[in-house]
């Protein structure tokens, strides 16, 4: 069969589609991404169907490298809500104490077990989430390694069979001991102050339009580009910083790239960037890296259970609870949410609960895990992998 660009195209978006409805049905426990490996991997290394730069021919691979991962980085900081951050400062130190965590077992027992490549090309994916992956992906392409692109991307598609079960169920554990000490009894405090940075108007109807918000996410992106040369900061954390603080002021609008209806094709053009390499690949030879894969796992989910213990600790939390928040790294959004509501509705199930008490347990976990998400898939992992990548070779 000879591959067109728009058939390449259409092949690679409906493996993904199929993807996500199987990682829909499943809840999350099959991932999109484990699906359209295996699919690429039978067509592409086994049955020698498609061709090699199937990627390449659908044309989404040149997206990112050019300016696709510039607009999805800077997209990326203007999701940040600082009133939120605020709030769950608590929650923030503990999810980064658990991506410590990661840093600290991969980098010492992991690169002692399966040597200092796969340690550090494991460290990223494991703290986060696609772009963390698509980063490290690049370096490794770039330093002619796509088999470590490979492992890369293996690594955030398997992450979540460690994860998930292991965050359900110290959430729901926490869940039952906030309810047997009257927690859901009390409504959730915080501090109800916003964080009000903005210095422009709302963006004008004659500029709510595709193009000038592709416009207005380039233009921030080029000066944390500029900001970046000027200053020697590493340029994936200025991509994050400038498209946040652009956000608040006002010059962009929060997650721009879904506003200008580019995000659609620049998740497609993502995905395909972080699996090109699998369209070549042998079952045997990725037999080859699940030792490894699971075992960098294994030790990256050990490491986030003692750190961020260690973190709530100090802030007198339930390590129950301070796992679970530190695993959110493995999960990331919408599992974050998933795994929250799913541990309300278990735990308050069979319980005369009133709508105010569920919802105060509620209040409890839900914003955390989806905090913690943030901090660590959105921003702590994106930032790593911007640092760790060019180590690695």
Same mark, same amino acid.
């Given at each position: 069969? %000879? ?7 259409g092949f690679v978006a409906l ?16 991932? #999109?991404?484990? #699906?359209?490996? *295996?699919?690429?991997?039978?067509? =592409?290394?086994?049955?020698? $169907? ?12 040149? /997206? ?29 130190? $503990? ?21 200092? %490549?796969?340690? /550090? ?36 598609? /398997? ?49 709510? @339009? ?9 233009? #921030?992106?080029?000066?944390?580009? &500029?900001?970046?040369?000027?200053? =020697?900061?590493?340029? #994936? ?14 010059? *962009?609008d929060r997650n721009s790239l879904?506003?200008? =209806? ?11 960037? !972080? @699996? ?26 050990? &490491?986030?259970?003692? !750190? ?16 679970? +928040? ?15 509501? %799913? ?6 199930? =069979? ?14 976990? *839900?914003?955390?895990? /989806? ?10 992992? +994106? ?7 060019? *180590?690695?070779?």
């Amino acid at each position: 069969m %000879e591959f067109s660009p728009i058939t390449a195209f259409g092949f690679v978006a409906l493996t993904f589609a199929v993807g996500d409805y199987i990682a829909l049905k499943t809840r999350g426990i099959v991932s #999109t991404f484990i #699906t359209a490996i *295996l699919v690429f991997i039978l067509f =592409g290394g086994v049955l020698r $169907v498609l061709p090699a730069d199937l990627m390449d021919r659908s044309g989404l691979t040149a /997206l990112i490298p050019t300016f696709g991962m510039v607009l999805i980085l800077t997209n990326l900081g203007s999701t940040l809500d600082l009133h939120a951050l605020k709030k769950e400062w608590r929650t923030i130190l $503990v999810s980064l104490a658990g991506v410590a965590g990661v840093i600290l077992l991969c980098a010492t027992l992991g690169q002692l077990l399966f040597g200092r %490549e796969y340690a /550090l090309s494991a460290i990223a994916p494991i703290s986060g989430g696609i772009v963390a992956t698509m980063i490290t992906g690049e370096a490794a392409k770039t330093a002619g390694r796509v088999d470590l692109a490979s492992f890369a991307s293996a690594v955030m598609a /398997l992450q979540i069979l460690i994860g998930l079960p292991l965050a359900s169920f110290f959430l729901r554990k926490s869940a039952v001991a906030y309810i047997g000490r009257g927690g859901h009894l009390q409504s959730q405090s915080g501090d109800s102050r916003r964080i009000n940075l903005r210095i422009l108007p709302a963006t004008p109807q004659s500029l709510d @339009t595709p193009t000038a918000h592709f416009a207005r996410l380039a233009a #921030t992106g080029a000066l944390a580009q &500029g900001f970046s040369e000027l200053t =020697g900061l590493n340029a #994936t954390i200025c991509y994050l910083l400038l498209g946040a603080l652009a956000a608040a002021v006002g010059l *962009l609008d929060r997650n721009s790239l879904q506003r200008a =209806g580019g995000d659609g094709v620049m998740l497609l053009a993502t995905y395909a960037y !972080c @699996t090109a390499s699998f369209v070549t690949m042998s079952l045997s030879q990725f037999a080859s890296i699940l030792l490894p894969v699971f075992g960098l796992l294994v030790l990256g989910a050990a &490491g986030v259970a003692i !750190c961020s213990v260690l973190m709530g600790l100090l802030f007198h939390w339930d390590p129950s609870l301070s796992i679970a +928040v530190g695993l959110c790294c493995m999960l990331g959004y919408p599992v974050t949410y998933a795994v929250a509501m %799913e541990v309300v509705t278990g735990a308050s199930f =069979g319980r005369d609960f009133t709508p105010e008490q569920i919802r105060n347990l509620t209040d409890y976990v *839900l914003p955390k895990m /989806l905090i913690a998400g943030v901090a660590s898939v959105s921003v702590a992992s +994106v930032a790593l992998a911007g640092v760790v990548a060019p *180590l690695i070779f």
